[in-house]
């Protein structure tokens, strides 16, 4: 699964936020469902948290229906690319 946006640069907040819009919820709603803190989904769509827990990314890929290591690498990807801007 490639996530690209016409409008910009893939950051872990277009990665993570496509795949929750595209469900059509909310942070606080996808969390929730994800089993996750709404605080923590925040902070991961902010590229806040660098170092995700392993339960985390399995709760989010479940939920989000991919594979976790897909959406591990995208995280640590665009984290970086997030760093490196700085």
Same mark, same amino acid.
């Given at each position: 699964? !490639?996530?690209? =946006?016409?409008?910009?640069? =893939? ?15 909310? !942070? ?11 605080? !923590? ?46």
């Amino acid at each position: 699964m !490639t996530v690209k =946006r016409a409008d910009g640069p =893939r950051t872990i907040v277009t990665v993570l936020e496509d795949l929750r819009i595209a469900r059509g919820l909310g !942070t606080t709603a996808a969390a929730a469902a994800a089993g996750i803190n709404a605080h !923590t989904l925040t902070d991961m769509e902010r590229g806040r948290i660098q170092s995700p827990h392993a339960r985390t990314i399995m709760k989010l890929a479940a939920f989000y229906e991919v594979e976790p290591g897909w959406l591990l690498q995208e995280y640590r990807q665009a984290v970086n690319e997030l760093r490196a801007a700085a």
